[in-house]
Each structure stands twice: as C-alpha cells, then as structure tokens.
C-alpha cells in the first residue's frame, strides 16, 4: 500500500514539474520575440535590454468617441441613441461598420511611422464589447477593428496601448468616459466593477501573444471621491489580468484624472505609473503663455513644477513614468497659437530632460487639438458645418469652447451660488465647473442631439456610406507646425 502511495505521488510530482517545464517553455517562447517590452527599474526595455521611449498619439475618436473630435454633441451612448432612432437598426449598422472601418487604415500607420513615432494608444469604450443588457457576455465580433488597428501598427513597428476609456458607470463625471450625467456610479456598484474584470480578462486573453502591445491602460482618468477605492481595485483587476496574462505592462493612472498617487500604497513589478499634464493655458479658456491664466502665472518654470508634483510617486520610487495625455488646443487666432505651440515645445523639452515616454492628445479631430483635421469639402463637414458653429456658439462642449455667447445665462447662476451656497465645493473641480458641466455639457449639449440626429433623416446608404468614408486618411490635413515639432524639426 504504501508503495503504491508512493508510486502515485511520484507520478503526480512528475506530472507537475512537466507542465512546469512546458509553461516556462511557453512563456519562454512568447517572450522570444526581441519587441517584447518590459519594465526594468525605471525604464521600459525591450528583450535585448535596450531602453524604449513609447511617443505618439491617442486614437480618440474611433473605438470611444468624443463630442469635440467627432462633431456630435453631450456623450457618446445618447448620440449613438439618437441616430439609431433615426436611422434604423440597418442603416445605423451600416455608417458605424463604415466608420469604424474607415477611420484608422493603412495610410494612417504609415503616417505615424514616417514622423519616426512608436506608439499608438487606443482607446475603447465597453459598450462596444459588452450590452448593458446581456451583462458579462463579449458581444461576438467585438474584436474585429481592435484587432484591425493593432495589425496595422504592428506591421509598421508601432506598439500600441489598449486604454479602457470608457467602464460601465463611468469612472469619472465627465462626458469622456461616456458619461450622461455627473455621478462616476462605477465607485458605487461592486456589479460594475465586476463586469471590468472579466472584460479586462477577454482582452488579456485575446492579446497575450502579440509583441507588439506593449500593455494595458486599465483606467482611463479615475476620479473616486473618497480617494480610498481606486488602488484597492487596481490590486483586484492587475490579480484578476495577470491570471491570463503575466507578461504584458500594466499601465496605471492616479486618481483625479491621472494626477493623484497619493493613496498608492505598493510599488509592483512590470508596471508603469501613468499621469496626464495638460498645462492650465493651453486650455480653451487659456490666457497668454507666458501669462496669467485664472489669476496664476505661467511660464516654463511653472508647468515644469506642476510636472514634477504630477511625478513625484514615480520619481520618488524610480519607476517608469508615461505621461498618458497632454496637449494644448488651438484657437485659429495666430498669435494666440504661437502661444500654444511654446506651451508644446516647453512641455517636450522637459519630457526629454526627465526621459519619460508620451502620448499626446490628439491624432484625429474637427481642428481642435489633433495633427489631423479633417477637410472641409468631405461630405460629414458639409454635412455638420453650420451645427458645428451652433454648438460652438452655444458652449456646449466644454473642452472645445468657451461661454461668451451665453454669459447672459451661466453669470446669472454663478452670482447665485456664490450668494447663496458659499460652502457648496463639488468634486473634483468646484462650483463653476459644476455650474459648466451641468448648464453646457449636459443641458445644452442633450438638448442639441436631436438636431445632430435629424441631420442623418432620410439619407440613403449611400450618403451614409460617404459620410462614415469622409473620416479616411485621405480626407484629413495635416497640421504641419504641429508635425514638425514633434518630429524635431522645429526646436
């Protein structure tokens, strides 16, 4: 008897050690390919060792969608509403599959290679992959233009970055994570956090393999009020990811939309610590550069000191640093620009100066912020040109204009709660954000969808068909100034 209990835990013992044997192999075999990144001390590496600065753009607009880089008004799921009641399941099926298949193709990797950039992120919004209605469940197909643009960046040696831009709740209050209201209810419901989970374990599932993702952006931008819920959930979803996938990056934001490492309590392996560092003048609303802008002066001695305070948990425990998002916007005044342009020139010198990866915001817009712009013979411009000027005129999207035509309206509720509720200090940015978020966003901008959708009324598949093609490599300018610093032309 016990030399059968012997033989049988000897048999079992071999049998542990030679799936062991076969795992290491296999994971061995994955990581044969020299592209495969990793984190070692406070630099990305490849497999050979060498040091990889990951530099290039966020692909907003495509697999998450936002008001000022798409033309539309308030958040994505109220749009995508509006035009399916407007168009019918068919044709709606159609224009976003012609969308999505136009908007990133292989003129655009190409593009990205030449100016001597590695890196495309990609953001994505969940709705895409899973319904609110058949919860836990990947829609099939889902994969299909992930999988298009992270084949097209890899044949042109372009890592990408799989960015979840957009949880079920939302992370944060703001229309950028698909958010229709100004509660992030992700924090407060353990269902969504659950369903990020498995969604994170499919991707990792699915891009396990491919080299050339350099890793996974797991939040994009939290902003928990307490402060205390954000690190104890990264420590669930990395457990969760690494289950399937120990191989690949994680990428992981502060709170308070990327700044706020505060609460961070360990430092982990293979992981970069991301934050965003948009400069307060480059905003719409931003004054002179160097200047005064909401009564604070700026110059580059100030934003390389907001820089650092962004930083400091990463410097502090020498681990990498990616700044995940920065970027001014453009006014269309040339003065006012040239300012902006320095804004971009200070804000890379310093990156250089720090050896830290980027990614700025943005490849692809209407003319805002990103290097492409779209031109304005395509029929989606001629289509959404005069809307554009009303929304613009109206305020309603609040990162891509300002309030001057409609002081007469926000002063008015301003003037009242600083009377009457002195004390009111809403998370994360206070009264007048609030007042601009509620009044601008999301009054003003739902109430602009319906004329938006009425646009599409009664077009055939055809002119369907064209508008989604107006969003090909080919129907967009690029902005040159932009191009040449980046590339490093222009110092």
Known sequence: MRRIKFLLVLILQVIILMYGCNTIKQNNMKLSDKNWLRVSGDQIVNQK????????????????????IDGYPANEETMREGLLKVLGEKKYNLFFDTFLKSYFTEPDAEYIHSLGLNLVRIPINYHLFEDDMNPRVIKEGAFEYLDKVI???????????????????????HWHSDNPTHKALFWQHKDFQDRVLILWQAIAQRY??????????????????????????????????????PNHIL??????????????????????????????????????YPGNTDDRYFDKDTLEKDFLKKSEYMFSHHVPLWVGEFGPVYTGNPEKDEMRYQILKDQLAYYNK????WCIWLYKDMGLQAIM???????????????????????????????????????????????????????????????????????????????????????????????????????????????????????
């Open 208 to 245: 396990k393999d491919q080299p050339w993702v350099a890793g996974y952006d797991v939040i994009n931008e939290p902003a928990e009020p307490t402060g205390e819920k954000l690190f104890p959930y990264y420590k669930h979803l990395r457990d969760a990811i690494l289950k399937i996938d």
């Open 251 to 288: 990428f992981l934001e502060g709170d308070r939309y990327a700044v706020d490492f505060d609460k961070f309590t360990e430092v982990w392996d293979n992981v970069v610590y991301t934050n965003h560092d948009y400069a307060v003048p480059g905003f719409i609303f931003g004054g002179d």
């Open 49 to 68: 060792g060498d040091t990889v600065y990951l530099r290039g753009f966020g692909l907003g607009g495509m697999l998450h969608m936002e008001n000022f």
């Open 151 to 173: 084949e097209l960046c890899a044949k042109n040696k372009i890592y990408t970055i799989i960015d979840l831009h957009a949880l079920p709740g939302s992370q944060n209050q």
């Open 354 to 357: 720090y050896k830290v990866s």
């Open 373 to 491: 712009h779209q031109n304005d013979n395509t029929p989606y411009m001629k289509l959404v040109s005069a809307f554009l000027l009303k929304k613009d005129s109206l305020g309603a999207d609040r990162w891509g204009s300002t309030d001057k035509n409609i002081r007469q309206v926000i002063s008015p509720i301003q003037e009242l709660f600083k009377k009457e509720f002195r004390d009111y200090n809403p998370y994360p940015e206070g009264q007048q954000v609030q007042i601009d978020l509620l009044v601008r966003h999301i009054l003003i901008g739902e109430a602009l969808v319906p004329e938006y959708c009425n646009l599409f009324k009664d077009l055939s598949e055809e002119k369907l068909t064209d508008l989604a093609q107006s969003f090909r490599f080919d129907n967009y300018v690029q902005r040159k100034r932009l191009e040449d610093i980046l590339t490093g032309r222009e110092k």
